[in-house]
């Protein structure tokens, strides 16, 4: 079984196309992020939700929107895509929410090349 | 504001021990977490140390200096199979912090 599973693994569109990204995690975790990892391998993180609330949004540009219809998946929806949107994008998921969640578990990735 | 350093690259061989520091400033601290990520796979979670000392866990431990803002990764009896790369990632208010990563490369 799977434990965060993320969808498509590989994405390859054009600039100003809107795409989506899917996760679903079966560990029971209460919290999802988002994280951005580019071609230096940085990681950072993006958005974070707790029971499908939203609990942080590092400054991403309002392009990108995440959704939880419920705790167990966390969407991200990006519109107009720009060549610097090219990245690895990893879905992850922890207990708790003040922890900080030191213990997450992520998704494979999802590679996003825009052209 | 947060920020991490390690090294970029560690180089060793089969069978020997390499450390990985982590050097943090950071205006909330909870704990330090240490994650491997291979070549085109996931970060997966390693070992956390919330307070000072030595955290042992198989071959891989972590230690933990709070006072100095330091940390560090040791890893033991190295395998061809720990070539990857390593990040530390300070815990904070409801989120992880993660460094720029040590790439280690071991050969026979």
């Known amino acids: 079984d799977t434990a965060v599973s993320q969808t498509p693994k590989y994405l390859v569109t054009q600039m100003g196309n809107d795409k989506s990204i899917k996760c679903e995690q079966n560990l029971g975790h209460d919290t999802m992020y988002w994280y951005k990892q580019d071609s230096k391998k940085f990681l950072k993180i993006m958005f974070s939700y707790n029971n499908k609330e939203l609990i942080i949004n590092e400054t991403v540009p309002n392009r990108f929107s995440p959704k939880s219809p419920d705790k167990a998946h966390l969407n991200l929806h990006i519109n107009s895509l720009e060549l610097g949107d090219s990245a690895v994008y990893f879905c992850a998921s922890s207990r708790g929410r003040t922890s900080g969640g030191y213990e997450q578990y992520f998704g494979p990735g999802t590679r996003l090349t825009v052209t | 504001g947060q920020s991490l350093e390690q090294p970029s690259e560690v180089t060793a061989v089969e069978g020997a021990i390499v450390q990985i520091n982590c050097t943090y400033q950071t205006s909330g601290f909870y704990g330090l977490s240490w994650y491997q990520q291979h070549d085109g796979g996931a970060p997966t979670f390693l070992s956390y140390n919330a307070l000072d000392g030595l955290e042992e866990t198989g071959r891989f431990s972590s230690f933990l200096s709070r006072s100095d803002s330091y940390g560090y990764l040791l890893l033991q009896e190295l395998q061809m199979k720990d070539s990857a790369s390593y990040f530390c990632?300070?815990?904070?208010?409801?989120?992880?912090?993660f460094g720029t990563g040590t790439r280690l490369l071991v050969s026979p």
């Open positions: 990632a300070v815990r904070g208010f409801q989120k992880l912090v």
